[in-house]
């Protein structure tokens, strides 16, 4: 008959496997402890973006005088008390402001208080119409603004006035007229629009010294860029007349 093997455990190896069950006994305890530190944060996430906290609060708009503060922040599209910090795209709101009349550049930041601070660059007026009662007034950039509230009549005293336009004809002028070097537009008192028979686009530029120019809109801009017409007109410093037509321009007295 075989014998019974007999377990004999000394004290070194009860002490091991009391080691090991404290072992086990700590990873579990830590791994409950990381379980429950987890659930925490999630917690406290939900709860940070549940409060007003995670929120836009407020809004700053610096460097405006021309332009009403509630066309930036209208233009912006920022949802006070609604739109989460983190998710708030400041350049899509600086491209959005971007677009609007009299503003030549912007930045935007955000900091981690939910305050959105807007800085404004404007545009400077170039040119100013007056379509029945309203102002309207072409800036730097090619865009136009209208004066609603008279915020505008002040700054435009110096720019040339445009006349016989409607809204059209002045929306595809000014485009172009922005792109006309600032030394020349300095010296123009009134833009008046005279079409032509087969000659639509055709306009007479009154300067401050009493010369007149014939341009057509849609090429005014290439055929006075760089310094051509300062050359021009000393070449020809006694003539009153300039009709520019294409490559050529008339003269008379």
Known sequence: MA???????????????????KKRKAK?????IKILFVI???ILI????????SRLKSITVNGINRIERQEIVDAAKINLHQDYIFFTNTDAIASRIKKVSLVKDVKVSK???????????????????MIGDILYVIDETGRIAIDNNGLLINYVQRCPRLNNFDYDRLVEFSKEFAKIPSQVINQI??????????????????MDDGKILYLRYDDMAEQ????????????YPDDKYYDFLGKYVYRSK
């Open 224 to 235: 006075l860029k760089g310094n051509y017409y300062a050359l021009l007109m000393e070449k």
């Open 3 to 21: 014998r019974k093997q007999r377990t004999v455990y000394n004290d070194y190896d009860r002490d091991q496997v009391k080691v090991i069950l």
């Open 40 to 42: 925490l944060i999630i």
């Open 189 to 206: 008192s009134d833009i008046n629009y005279v079409p032509q028979t087969a000659d639509e686009t055709r306009c007479e530029f009154i």
């Open 111 to 129: 900091n981690l208080f939910g305050d959105i601070t807007i800085k404004v660059i404007e545009a400077d007026p170039i040119g100013q119409c």
């Open 28 to 32: 579990r305890r830590k791994k409950r």
């Open 46 to 53: 939900i709860a940070f973006f549940i409060s007003d906290y």
